[in-house]
């Protein structure tokens, strides 16, 4: 196992910054890679189209120029997030833009799309596809994924079933390329844990909600601190796709997170609020079950450097 060679010396902590719907913009992506770990934002958070050009360019030029003022510290390159379901009538117009800014990693979500991987290719990017099961995991690679995510029980958003271990044992059976892990982790012994089971980066969501630069409701923000892994609840009625959403937000939209109705899967529709009038990630808002460990609201930097300290210790512990 070996990381691409995009990331090279350039993280540091062996994390991602997964791209959260609606929060992530160029303040927190930016901010991630300064730290040292990878920054992502879903193409869909810039809207309209036209903002998606500038978002590319800001991000670029300020990394561009924050690595050549820095030239000592690890500035991590940024992901976009691309969702290829077939009911993301944008995914052309962002998927040229991808190009015409050279993303240098696509994460793509919710359908594996040859096309869109050879366009990714065509200029030397790297696409990292997110899975919930190894039959997804095994159409990604034919498809022409380059890495997987691994996006196991407790993950925030559409979140998977299966156990870290169990997910990361059966892609590694018969996988050795480039495998991130999501499913709460939220410290620096939980990234190294990831390693442990077989991953080679930790996917982290959830805890970077509870930052300064996170384009959140500041009452998401206090809520993501204020709750734990109980206070999550796992459905498909929100959007189509089951996920994991902070129970509080819900019993805020007048819902009893205890007896939620399913929703017809074939009507998947984000944003929509499924059969409610709530909309998910407006108002049901997405955690998942690591955010025990969020105890304040910070910058990301502070969340990272916090994160490297204690990364380096469990290291130290076990003797790593």
């Known amino acids: ?58 991000i670029t030029e ?22 290829v379901h077939r009911s993301n009538d944008r995914l052309d117009e ?10 240098p990693i696509v994460i793509t979500s919710l359908g594996a799309r040859e096309e869109v991987n050879q366009a990714i290719h065509s200029y030397g990017g790297i696409v990292f596809h997110d899975i919930i099961n190894d039959k997804f995991a095994h159409k990604a690679i ?26 990361v044992q059966e892609i590694r059976e018969w996988f050795d390329g480039p495998l991130l892990l999501s499913g709460s982790i939220g410290t620096g012994d939980a990234v190294l844990a990831a390693l442990a089971a077989g991953a080679d980066l930790a996917y982290i969501g959830s805890a970077f909600i509870a930052t300064e630069e996170a384009r959140a409701d500041e009452r998401y923000k206090q809520m993501i601190v204020d709750s734990n892994g109980e206070d999550i609840v796992y459905t498909n009625l929100f959007t ?18 205890q007896n939620l109705p399913e929703s017809d899967p074939s009507k998947m529709n984000f944003g ?3 059969n409610t009038k709530a909309k998910a990630w407006k108002d049901i ?12 609201v910070a910058s990301a930097g502070a969340y990272v450097e916090k994160l490297a300290q204690e990364y380096e210790v469990a290291r130290r512990r076990i003797g790593c």
């Open 1 to 58: 196992m070996a990381l691409p060679k995009v990331l090279e010396g350039r993280l540091r902590i062996p994390a991602v910054g997964a791209p959260l719907f609606i929060i992530s913009h160029p303040p927190l992506v930016i901010a991630q890679c300064k730290a040292g770990v990878v920054g992502s934002f879903p193409t869909l958070n810039a809207r309209p189209i036209e903002q998606l050009d500038d978002w590319f360019a800001e």
């Open 62 to 83: 300020t990394l561009d120029a924050f690595a050549a003022a820095n030239p000592d510290k690890p500035v991590a390159p940024y992901a976009a997030n691309l969702i």
């Open 94 to 103: 962002d998927l040229a833009l991808c190009v015409k800014h050279k993303a």
């Open 142 to 167: 034919e498809k022409g994924a380059d890495g997987l995510i691994a996006v196991a029980a407790g993950a925030g958003g559409h979140a998977g079933t299966l156990s870290p271990f169990a997910i």
């Open 240 to 257: 189509g796709v089951h996920g994991n959403y902070l129970a509080p937000s819900v019993v805020a939209a007048g819902l009893d997170p």
């Open 272 to 274: 929509s609020g499924g």
């Open 285 to 296: 808002w997405g955690s998942g079950q690591g955010i025990g460990a969020v105890q304040e």
